[in-house]
């Protein structure tokens, strides 16, 4: 069964503590990564698309890695502005999502 | 940009009435998706859409229906609405093909059932 998992489930970080969020997944057949960033009470807004291992994204603070079986999104120097729910999500057939990381960064 | 609304931010229905939920998307897309995210669960797919009158089953879609009778509007019904469809509906729009082309998201409803 297609599958994708978010660890840590939250995370707490000082301001201008960098860290990483993982998104690990088991897939027949991988046509694609997103990663999604979520506000309370709002709709995902797109962040980046990685399509195969080795492919790496960057925007601002952020940036996306991808290998065979995994994903990392990598926040460098986080500020609170930052503090948001982190989805990621695989393409089969169709999205499937993982249950997000959900990332408070205090100042 | 892409532009995805939806109808209602928040709305507050009674056991048994019958709920509509509508999503319109201003960039000429032919995918729309209707999800429901409930905490610990996710984003579950309740019914997708890859053209005008087409519509198709996602995971989820006992005690919903849909309707797009025009390309930029995808509408969720909840013909009898209950307590345990208490949740925040999310609407989403991809491009020409299938899922492999991002999707974009709506505000959300948060819908509550009394």
């Known amino acids: 069964e297609d599958q994708v998992t978010q660890s840590p489930e939250a995370l707490r970080l000082q301001e201008g503590e960098s860290s990483s969020l993982n998104c690990s997944y088991t897939?027949?057949?991988?046509?694609?990564l997103f990663w999604y960033r979520q506000d309370p009470g709002k709709g995902p807004e797109f962040l980046f698309t990685l399509y195969s291992a080795g492919e790496e994204k960057e925007k601002e603070r952020l940036k996306a890695t991808l290998t065979k079986k995994e994903s990392f999104l990598h926040i460098t120097a986080p500020k609170p502005e930052d503090s948001a729910t982190y989805l990621c999500a695989v393409d089969t057939d169709k999205l499937i999502f993982g249950t997000g990381t959900r990332l408070q960064v205090f100042p | 940009d892409v532009k995805v609304t939806q109808s209602s931010r928040y709305l507050v229905k009674r056991t048994g009435e019958k709920v509509f939920l509508e999503c319109v998307q201003d960039m000429d897309h032919e995918n729309m998706f209707w999800y429901r995210q409930d905490p610990g669960l996710g984003l579950r797919l309740i019914y997708f859409?890859?053209?005008?009158?087409?519509?198709e089953k996602g995971d989820i879609p006992e005690g919903y229906s849909v309707s797009r009778e025009k390309k930029e509007r995808f509408s969720l019904i909840l013909e009898s609405a209950s307590t345990n469809q208490t949740s925040m509906y999310l609407c989403?729009?991809?491009?020409?093909?299938?899922?492999?082309?991002?999707?974009?998201f709506g505000p959300g409803t948060r819908l509550t059932v009394l």
């Open positions: 859409s890859y053209d005008v009158k087409m519509k």
């Open positions: 989403a729009s991809s491009g020409p093909g299938t899922s492999r082309n991002t999707q974009y």
């Open positions: 897939v027949s057949g991988l046509r694609g």
